[in-house]
């Protein structure tokens, strides 16, 4: 069947037997698409589309056929597709985005989390007494060894030191089981 055939089938409203003449260009459009990063389904949408976009034309009645209806097809096509890749990217590009803030929400998140702990130590501490911060903040500021320490707070011994040391510990360990109990946390 000719090309001013076909499209005088659709000018006379017998499209299906003109679409049916002209999937014979599919493969053509098929290999197109595949070829720059389609898929098959792709390849059937986009020449679906490309006889939409002729069937159009022809009925309007300003249509007129300059080339063969291959190359039209192809060429529509072609159009399509990369109106098709240029909304995938601008996709991608906000889906990326997205994730990029949702991993900085994700990150602030983390770190309020972090300035939130930190103040809550440092209540517990503050709350602890002046001896046990000492103990603790000697012990594990990781300047002075146990001997030292013992001499600097007057203890007898390093052990002394370690077994105060773990009251201390024990002792902040309450008062967070506290503050949680009571929902005090510092937020």
């Known amino acids: 069947m000719s090309d001013d055939q076909i499209i005088e089938l659709i000018r006379n409203n017998n499209s299906e037997k003109a679409f049916t003449a002209l999937y014979k260009y599919f493969p053509m459009i098929r290999k197109m698409i595949m070829a720059n990063g389609g898929g098959k389904d792709d390849a059937q949408d986009i020449f679906q589309e490309a006889l939409i976009v002729l069937y159009n034309k022809v009925r309007t009645g300003d249509f007129k056929l300059t ?3 291959s190359t039209y ?3 529509v096509s072609k159009y399509l597709w ?3 890749l240029r909304k995938r990217e601008k996709e991608m590009i906000y889906q990326t985005e997205q994730q990029m803030n949702n991993q900085e ?3 602030l998140m983390m770190e309020l989390e972090k300035e939130n702990d930190i103040k809550l130590a440092e209540k517990i501490i503050n709350e602890l007494g002046e001896r046990c911060r000492e103990v603790l903040v000697l012990f594990y500021s990781g300047t002075m060894k146990l001997k030292d320490i013992a001499v600097k707070m007057g203890y007898s011994s390093e052990n002394t030191v370690k077994t105060q040391k773990y009251k201390c510990l024990e002792a902040a360990k309450n008062k967070l089981r506290e503050m949680k109990k009571q929902n005090t946390i510092v937020q």
């Open 105 to 107: 929400e994700s990150d």
């Open 67 to 69: 080339s063969a209806l």
């Open 82 to 84: 990369k109106d098709e």
């Open 73 to 75: 097809l192809y060429s």
